[in-house]
């Protein structure tokens, strides 16, 4: 009798010692945080700039930050750009994007995936941080089917997914502005702050901007992309071959001289091709083609001039 | 015996108690989502979420995660609109309950914001954001996405995987 009552002592101590240790555990992460009156303001200063120096990287970056950054990204795209202001066609093309964005593997994004076309016969296609994803004209006269379009949108939103953009930005750059904002404790930047902040803004947009419209991404990147675009794809229900496809036509037009845009961003389509015909083949079953998606293809893309 | 097995039932509460205490809460960290109904991006949505909302974790089912919300409502929220709250255990202390851990800090509107655009764009009065604010005023509702999914053979419809 007594060595039971024991026993379930212990169990009750035991639990006592685990809810109050779980406890201390969570009192220590507070204590890291300033706590009213147990320690000086100068102390509370330093422990906020140290929770918040936690940001360091690329990664660090906040969903609202990203949607900042391509909000002015995307309006630096369009100053290069006229829109091709078709309404029904960029109905088309925003369901089909949206489509695709769904079954990636960041569906949701700050203020989720949108599409725009770009009035240029230059093939291109640009993404910008926070789901702004643009297509050339160009670039639409040249698809054949859904499936095609669907595997270019999903390759752009493989560079969203993996924050390509932003992984662009200069590593110094963020340093610099998560120390500025991490002394910033009140709701709004004071004026000095808000210069200062805004100048590395300035330049987290050249850096971006360079990459994306000028130089284009790193080749890893753009081969990360496609690998992203043709699971995206698949996963939506789209034959990946729509990639391959595409890539074909390019390969065909390659050797043209003086071509601009998606060729001088973007690795060579046959070297591309080599590498999603190879990742198509490592695919378990493969969706396929549907008449119904060629013909509501055929009839969206009947109005482009 | 009886006193043994006070001692176990007391036990008992104390472990649920702690358990859900640590109870994993999850802010959303996108602007706005949707409760929905079904862990299906076109399924019905119940309520809408904004950036910031708490909700606690109920289940998960591959990427969707069933969570309850504080006025109680119950469905599903796709994991990457949403992201863990640390310190859970920080509410329950009135002292403490106005500080915030390092996530809530870059939630709170802070870093590059709607103040650091506008400062740019007194800056940049040329560039003009006409066309990114037409952009994001285009949105489907999960019944125009069904229905495309639907009609084009799609996804759950097709062969999607």
């Not at chain 1, 204590?31 to 009156?37: K, V």
């Not at chain 1, 297509?135 to 752009?156: F, P, Y």
Request: glycine share 8%; proline share 3%.
């Amino acid at each position: 009798m007594r060595k039971n009552s024991l026993i379930g002592l212990k169990v009750l101590v035991t639990s006592l010692i685990l809810a109050v240790s779980s406890c201390a555990v969570v009192e220590k992460g507070v204590n890291m945080l300033p706590t009213g009156g147990k320690i000086s303001e100068k102390d509370k200063r330093a422990v906020v700039k140290t929770t918040k120096a936690l940001r360091k990287t690329f990664a660090d970056i906040t969903e609202e930050e990203e949607y900042y950054i391509g909000r002015t990204v995307a309006a630096l795209i369009l100053s290069r750009y006229p829109v091709y202001n078709h309404k029904a066609l960029t109905s088309y093309v925003n369901y089909v994007g949206k489509a695709v964005a769904i079954y990636s593997d960041r569906p949701e994004i700050y203020a989720g995936y949108h599409f725009l076309i770009l009035d240029s016969e230059e093939v291109n296609a640009l993404s910008a941080p926070g789901g702004f994803v643009f297509i050339s004209k160009g670039l639409l006269k040249r698809c054949k089917d859904e499936e095609m379009l669907a595997s270019i949108l999903a390759h752009e939103i493989g560079h969203v997914s993996a924050r390509h953009g932003l992984k662009s930005i200069k590593k110094s750059r963020l340093i610099d502005a998560f120390k500025i904002i991490g002394q910033e404790v009140a709701q709004r930047y004071s004026p000095e702050k808000l210069t200062k902040l805004t100048d590395i803004f300035e330049g987290v947009l050249s850096d971006i901007a360079e990459k994306l419209i000028e130089r284009g991404y790193d080749r890893k990147y753009e081969y990360e992309a496609d690998k992203l675009g043709v699971k995206f794809a698949t996963r939506t229900g789209y034959d990946p071959h729509g990639l391959a496809d595409f890539l074909k036509i390019m390969a065909a037009e390659a050797s043209k001289p003086g071509l601009k845009g998606w060729f001088q961003t973007h690795p060579s389509p046959q070297d591309r091709l080599a590498r999603v015909n190879k990742e198509i083949a490592g695919l378990g079953k493969i969706p396929h083609k549907e008449l119904v998606r060629n013909q509501r293809f055929a009839k969206a893309i009947k109005g482009l001039k | 015996m009886r006193k043994k097995g006070r001692y176990f039932w007391i036990a008992l509460i104390i472990l649920s108690i702690t358990s859900f205490l640590l109870a994993e809460t999850l802010i959303v960290k996108v602007k706005t989502t949707y409760l929905r109904k079904e862990p299906l991006f076109y399924s019905q949505t119940m309520a809408a979420l904004q950036a910031g909302q708490t909700l606690e974790k109920i289940s998960s089912q591959g990427s969707w995660l069933k969570v309850k919300t504080s006025s109680g409502l119950i469905g599903w929220v796709h994991a990457s609109a949403v992201q863990q709250k640390k310190f859970t255990l920080l509410a329950l202390n009135k002292t403490v309950k106005t500080k915030t851990s390092a996530e809530e800090v870059a939630l709170a509107a802070k870093g590059f914001n709607k103040q650091v655009e506008d400062k740019y764009r007194a800056r940049h009065k040329n560039l003009s954001y006409a066309w990114v604010e037409r952009m994001l005023r285009f949105r489907l509702t999960p019944d125009q996405i069904k229905a495309f999914l639907k009609e084009g053979k799609l996804a759950e419809f097709g062969g999607g995987q």
